[in-house]
């Protein structure tokens, strides 16, 4: 894979799942992240290995990062996704007017400007993939979690006028939507909590990070350039979209 990605979000486990995968398909990496030690140990390990590696300490919601971050990279970018994310969950009630805006400035609207700012290079190219990261709960919704949800529906409904407008372009935009994945949380839940969630899953078990990765190189080659548009959702059949 001849191309360069830009991954935000590189220092969770589905983004540093994400870079390893795309490190071993070929890809140049630019990997975004808010934690410099966990971001360096990540760029540095994937470079010993071989890979183009390119680490960048971001925060995509601060004034004028994304416009210092297409700055510098912007024209190489042949791939985006847009992975970065937080939750702030709550009772809908009681959930502040700062719990809404950080999770929707977070999850929605750094991806909307991001892409903007990435998007014209591909354009150009009349090539390009852009993949956002979504959640199984944009579908079914979750008690506690009014703000991402509606920030992850809000991500799906981007990924489908995107794929319209720029399908004559020779991009694509897809979203993944994963259900529960084994993460470092997940990992710190009791024995009890684990089969509690395995028991809502039909195929028994979470998702490893390393499934999700493969199914975003996957939207990215071109094996999957007459796909655009859609919500690949990957959750063991908690939700059949």
Not at 31 to 58: N, P, Y
Not at 200 to 220: D, H, K, N, T, W
Request: charged share 20%.
């Amino acid at each position: 894979m001849n191309k360069t990605v830009l991954i935000t979000g590189a220092t969770g486990g589905i983004g540093g799942a994400m870079a390893a995968a795309f490190a071993r398909a070929g890809a140049r990496l630019i990997l975004i992240g808010t934690r410099r030690e966990v971001l360096d140990t990540l760029a540095d390990k994937l470079s010993s290995e071989g890979a183009q590696c390119k680490g960048v300490v971001c925060n995509l919601r601060e004034e004028g990062a994304i416009e210092s971050l297409t700055k510098d990279v912007g024209e190489s970018v042949d791939i985006l996704i847009n992975n970065a994310g937080i939750t702030r969950d709550g009772l809908f009630m009681r959930m502040s007017d700062d719990d809404v805006t950080a999770v929707l400035e977070t999850n929605l609207v750094a991806a909307f400007r991001l892409t903007r700012a990435l998007v014209r290079p591909m354009m150009k190219r009349r090539w390009g993939r852009i993949i956002n990261i979504s959640s199984v709960v944009s579908a079914m919704g979750n008690p506690g979690q009014a703000n991402y949800a509606a920030s992850k529906a809000g991500l799906e409904g981007l990924t489908r006028t995107l794929a319209r407008e720029l399908a004559a372009r020779g991009i694509t935009v897809n979203a993944i939507a994963p259900g529960f994945t084994r993460s470092a949380m997940t990992d710190a839940l009791t024995p009890a909590q684990q089969e509690q969630i395995a028991a809502m899953i039909p195929l028994g078990r979470v998702a490893e990070p390393e499934e999700i990765a493969a199914s975003a190189v996957f939207l990215a080659s071109e094996d999957a350039g007459y796909i655009t548009g859609h919500t690949l959702h990957i959750n063991g059949g908690m939700h059949c979209g």
